[in-house]
């Protein structure tokens, strides 16, 4: 295990390992804890009580995010036709088909959420290899492959602010939930949309104790434990 440094000990002696926290708590300690010079993603983590072998007990999802990420989001659409007027009006940085394809087969990845329309994905698909590695690749159920008449909301939630989310292959999801220099009660609300989400992407293949475990953290400091019951009725 590496070496924490002096100044992750000392914030680690600001809590109590034995304690689950709510999420209120949890917040006020992780900005209390933060101790580096930039402005901190706040992070989820959830041990689920899912299968990752089993396909019917896969957990995907995007939760829309009321206060957003804290960060410029670079949005590219892979479409033809009169959908590239949408997109463009829409706020869309990178608009485009074949032309778009051929540059990001060429390494190039400038953007952070890639959307599609269904009729380009024939094209689209062949991007899968690197799109994929890097968590880009537009899919349905993710929310970003949409018909034309359904870019502008899509493109207008990607803006504001979403999060997917996807089970790895230890049971775990891991998501970002904003900025450490958010105000407690934004970050509590993003919070909030995320685990309802979480909720409403419940498989049908999953049985018994859906969520096992939540943790918080921020990008380098120390998980803080979740009170898995008031954390679950945030969903509410």
Do not use: C
Request: net charge positive; charged share 30%; aromatic share 6%.
């Amino acid at each position: 295990m590496a070496k924490r440094g002096k100044k992750y000990q000392e914030v680690v002696k600001l809590m109590d390992r034995s304690k689950a926290y709510s999420a209120d708590e949890a917040v006020e300690l992780a900005k209390k804890a933060s101790y580096v010079g930039f402005d901190e993603t706040v992070e989820l983590h959830l041990r689920m009580g899912v299968n990752p072998r089993s396909a019917d007990q896969q957990v995907r999802g995007v939760a829309l995010l009321p206060h957003g990420l804290g960060k410029e989001v670079r949005v590219l659409v892979f479409t033809q036709s009169e959908a590239v007027k949408i997109a463009e009006e829409a706020g869309a940085d990178h608009v485009g088909s074949d032309e778009l394809v051929a540059k990001v087969e060429a390494g190039w990845l400038d953007f952070d959420v890639a959307i599609a329309t269904p009729d380009v994905m024939g094209k689209v698909g062949k991007l899968g290899r690197i799109l994929g590695r890097k968590g880009l690749m537009p899919n349905p159920k993710s929310g970003t492959v949409v018909a034309a008449n359904d870019l502008s909301r899509a493109i207008g939630e990607v803006r504001k602010g979403r999060a997917e989310f996807r089970l790895d292959r230890t049971a775990i999801i891991h998501l970002p939930v904003g900025k450490i220099s958010f105000d407690k009660d934004k970050l509590v609300e993003n919070l909030a949309a995320v685990v309802e989400a979480v909720v409403r992407a419940k498989p049908s293949g999953a049985k018994g104790q859906y969520i096992r475990s939540a943790f918080l953290s921020t990008t380098m400091g120390p998980g803080i434990k979740l009170d898995l019951k008031s954390f679950l009725a945030l969903a509410a």
